[in-house]
């Protein structure tokens, strides 16, 4: 529902912050990892994930997009919550879990509060191919994408892992010609 939110912090603190876009005030739940990167900052764009309970809206805000990416992954684990997926992102960054997750790393897992033995092995067998490292590629600034970025984006919202859309993606011939709407249909024939 939400791509991103961009305003002014009226109020912040390390989980928590208020920010007014154009006169309607949000609260977002936030990380520390978020919170470093916009502590010095008055105005600022933070990626939105909504989530609907039975008892309320809660808008969770990351300062990037590979964060809240991971964040989703994270909520796709059974017994993995929202509140514990950002202890997580609180702890580790994106590339310290997707590093811990591929190199089975229970202990670094394990650090995390409230994360035992049983739940660090489960995220890592629920996550092992799926997070990718960030790449060099700006995802805050997704107006200057190439067609093959923008189809990249779309194959991984529908839930492929990067590594294997990346892998379909490159199969294709004549690309240039496709547009972004081709791009993706082959690239799902050819997964």
């Given at each position: ?13 390390p ?33 939105i ?9 809660v ?18 684990i ?19 879990l997707?590093k811990?997750?591929?190199t ?28 990718v490292?960030a ?14 970025e ?39 024939r050819?997964?």
């Open positions: 529902m939400f791509a991103y939110l961009e305003g002014k912090i009226t109020y912040k603190s989980s928590l912050l208020y920010m007014d876009v154009h006169g309607v005030g949000y609260e977002l739940n936030i990380t520390l990892q978020t919170y470093a990167r916009i502590q010095q900052k008055d105005n600022c764009r933070l990626y994930h909504l989530q609907v309970r039975e008892d309320a809206w808008l969770y805000g990351f300062a990037e997009e590979q964060e809240r990416l991971t964040f989703r992954q994270l909520l796709s059974n017994g993995v919550g929202a509140a514990t997926a950002r202890i997580i992102l609180s702890s580790l960054t994106p590339d310290e997707s811990a997750v591929a089975e790393d229970t202990r670094t897992l394990e650090k995390v509060k409230g994360i035992g033995a049983k739940t660090a092995q489960r995220i890592i067998l629920e996550l092992k191919g799926k997070l490292a790449k060099t590629t700006d995802l805050q600034h997704p107006a200057h994408n190439t067609k093959e923008d189809a990249l984006i779309a194959l991984v919202n529908l839930g492929i892992s990067r590594s294997a859309a990346e892998a379909a993606l490159r199969k294709l011939n004549n690309t240039s010609s496709m547009t972004v709407e081709e791009l993706i249909k082959q690239a799902l050819a997964l």
